[in-house]
C-alpha cells in the first residue's frame, strides 16, 4: 500500500556476491541501452559506519521517517521507543532524494546503538520516465546520492513496481501479463539502481524491490533476461534477497488463486535461490471484521503461517506494515498505532505478542 505515489507500498543476507546487477542473457543483448556514464560519487562529509544488524533480522516495521503527519510529529526517539516495546530489529523506510538520505541517516544512525537497524527503500517510479536508458541513468545517479550520504548492508531497490506496469486486470504471473515499454523502463530503474549503489558501496546486499499478490512474472524476466514482447537476450538482473509482500485478502502463498488459476507463490520466489522477506506483511482497512478479530487473523492466519513455512522457504524475515496509520487523505489505517502516533490498535498487541512467543 503506497504513503505516496512512489513511497512504499501499502517496504541475512547472502545470495549473488558482490554484482552490479547488469548481466546480460547472451553475448549480444536484443536490447541493452548503454550503460550510464559514472558520475563521480556525491561529496559529502563523510559518512557514518555502515548500518548493519548486530543480531536477529527477523522481525520488523515499515515507517515513513521521511513523510508528515504522525512520522513528522512522533520523534524518531518515540518511534524508536515503540520500536523497542515490540522487540522488531529492522525499520524499512522509504528514500527518494539525496535530502530524503540525509533524514532518513541521522534516524538510522540514533536507532543502531539501541539494536534497531534501518534500511532504505530506493523510490522512483515508471511514468517520469520515457526509456529505459534515460532510466538507467538517473537511477544510477539517485543511487550514488542516497549512498553517499550514508552506507548500509541492505539497500531495496524500488517498490512495486509491476502494478505499475500491468496490463488489465491480470494476476501477474505471465509475461504477456505485462507492457512491454514500461517493463523496459522499469528494468533500467532497477539496473541504473544497483549499479549506482555498487559504485559507491560494493559490499551492499540488494533486495529486489517487493512486489505482491502473484505479480511474480515481472521478477522472472528481469532474472532471465526476458521480457514481455517474447524476446530474450536482454540484461539480466541479478539480486541477493527477494523481497514480497503479503495482505490480509491474499490467502496463502502456497496457493494463492486469481483469474488464472491457483499458484504456488512462495515457491516460485524460492526458485530465485536467495532469501526472502516478507517485508509487508498487513491487515488491509476494509477487513471484514472488528480490530480485535483483525489482531486475532494477523497472528494465527498470516505470522503463524508464515513462521511455519519459513525454514521450508528460507524465509529470513517478516516486518509489518507499518507503524502509523496514513491521515485521512492517504492510503488508509495500515499503522498498528492510529495516526496521532501514541494511540495502539489492537494490532500492535498482536504483533508484539507473537513476537514475545515466538522469539527468534
Known sequence: MTAATVALSACGGGGGGNNDGNQTASATPASSPTPASSPAATTSSAPA????????????MNGHVNAADAYATSSP???LAQLKD???SMYRNDVSSQADAVKLASVAQMMLPSGVTVYPVLLQVVKDFTDEDTAYQKSYTL??????????AYYEVTNELAPQCLVGWVDGVQSTDYDNQCFQIARGIIRGMIAGIKSVDPAGKIIIGGNTWMHYGFDQMLASGTQPDGTGGHPVVTW??????WYSEQGDMRHACGGSGCHDVIGTLKSFGKPIWINEVGIRPDFPGTQDQAAAFLSSDMLGTLLSIAPQYDIESLQ????YDDPPTGQGPYGVMLNDGTTQKPEYAAFKNFIAAHPL
Open 49 to 60: 559506519a555502515v548500518i548493519a544488524p548486530a543480531g536477529s533480522i527477523f522481525y520488523g
Open 320 to 323: 509489518m506494515y507499518e507503524l
Open 143 to 152: 543511487a550514488q546520492q542516497i549512498v553517499g550520504v550514508q552506507k548500509y
Open 77 to 79: 526517539q518515540q518511534q
Open 86 to 88: 515490540l522487540n522488531v
Open 240 to 245: 541477493d534477497i527477494t523481497a514480497w509482500h
